[in-house]
């Protein structure tokens, strides 16, 4: 089986990772509520719109240390390897900031799974991580993959034309809070998913 995983709130969890970078530049005040949501309307709020674009390059950027892998999604790349099948990391961002220092956020995303240990021996090949610019060239990248499976925390890319006629679209869902679509299958942890997908 070949399996795609996007990056960005599938495999690398930002939960309250805008608030404490926030926090660390003087934008907020300590007593907001700690989803990037909440730092992004507080922000938007002060006038200070170009302040969350540019905090946004600055996490994907510079602040990956502050991120973590989602629980179980190691366990899940790991089992998936050890049982004969391909994984790879398809994600879309751009590479530089819109605004601020220029970082290279696909470097930066690159980092994360190295010192993470996704690039380590029986996980994942650095080969098999594929940083895209756009949604439509993600699709097209995990079509020419030909991946049987595509998992990823956005409903609209999994809804998206592209995708091999008889891939698994499956939706990662930690909070319950989104509107699949048709065809869609979710989960909200990578434990449930380890034991559908692949025992």
């Known amino acids: 089986m070949r399996i795609g995983v996007d990056f960005d709130n599938t495999i690398a969890n930002y939960d309250g990772v805008f608030h404490a970078a926030a926090l660390e530049r003087g934008l907020i005040p300590a007593d907001i509520d700690r989803s990037k949501n909440a730092v992004r309307d ?10 969350f674009t540019e905090l946004q390059g600055y996490v994907y950027g510079a602040r990956m240390d502050l991120v973590s892998p989602y629980d179980g999604v190691a366990d899940f790349i790991a089992a ?19 605004k601020g220092p220029d970082y290279d956020m696909h470097a930066a995303a690159r ?21 895209e610019l756009t949604k439509e060239e993600k699709v097209a ?59």
């Not at 021996?121 to 650095?126: F, N, Q, T």
């Not at 995990?142 to 890319?157: G, K, M, N, Q, Y």
């Not at 592209?162 to 434990?191: H, N």
């Open 42 to 51: 507080y922000l938007n709020g002060a006038g200070q719109k170009d302040a």
């Open 80 to 98: 998936a390897v050890k049982g004969g099948h391909d994984v790879y990391v398809v994600s879309h961002k751009t590479r530089h900031p819109m």
């Open 111 to 131: 980092g994360f799974l190295e010192a993470r240990g996704f690039f380590a021996p029986g996980m994942l090949s650095s080969e098999r991580a594929f940083f």
């Open 141 to 199: 990248r995990a079509a020419a993959l030909s991946v049987d499976v595509f998992i990823d925390d956005l409903p609209e890319i999994l809804a998206m034309d592209g995708f091999p006629d008889e891939c698994r679209r499956i939706l990662f869902d930690p909070v319950g809070a989104k509107m699949g679509e048709g065809g869609q299958e979710r989960f909200s942890d990578w434990g449930a998913m380890r034991r559908a997908l692949l025992e």
